[in-house]
């Protein structure tokens, strides 16, 4: 490591197949940053060593993917307001010798939905499926573009009840409930995977009505469509996109922290897409 050269990772376990290096090594290209960055595999008790040492040797920052978000959350000497929101951080960056926690998952979800597929998010009826990190990670965001109401489904209930009462002081004009998956109408204008049942090749079991007319978003992204997102488009969804977009954004807005400078992303989402 030199001293001109800054040099970034992403940790996690597994890491392997991670994309961020590729999607880094695009960015800085494009922008002229001289810059490195690097995949560590991390073992799972290891993270504050690694990151300390990362840091301690002049690391610039660090991506934080599965499963050390909520251990980068108390890593981190300082959080930003989104951080602190989301309870996880994906983000480390150091700041006038601190090592400051950010997340960037919220914003790089809205900026995919709303700006690279135009979908509509204000003053509609938002579902979201799931109720773990994920999808705590994107509900301030979310509620910040003023859908007129945001319902939170969840296999295990009491966990959707939770996380709509943790966040109701956020809601503003927004109406923000929580069901089961059998009590769901089939009412919504964009319905947003955010469980990780895709992972396994489920799809959360809701019934075909919900998918009718509605923009159906999952988080998880393949090279063949999601179980979720086959369903979607077999009972008559509007329009259907995985989650390659937001983590290209995702990344995208983590540069930006990094460098300020902001690369542009759609030749970026559309080269990844056709390598895999
Ligand atoms: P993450 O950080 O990816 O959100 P998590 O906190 O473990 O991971 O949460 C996983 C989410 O996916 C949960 O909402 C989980 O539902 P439960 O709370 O009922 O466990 C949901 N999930 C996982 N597999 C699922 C499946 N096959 N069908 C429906 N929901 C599923």
Redesign the pocket.
Known sequence: MTNSTASYAVFGNPIEHSKSPDIHHRFAEQTKQVMTYQKRLINIDAFEVSAQEFFNAGGSGLNITVPFKLAAYHFAEQLTARAKIAGAVNTLVKKNGLIVGDNTDGSGLLTDISINLGWPLAHEDILIL??????RGILEPLLGVKPLSITIA???FE?AQTLAEQFKHLAGPTSLNCVSYAQLKNQYKVIIN????SL?G?A??VKPSVYNKAFCYDMMYSKEATTFLQQANHFGAQATADGLGMLVEQAAESFYVWRQCRPKTASVIASIRAAM
């Open positions: 799931g109720a773990g990190g994920a999808v969840n296999r295990t966990k955010g469980t990780s049942a396994v489920e959360p079991a």
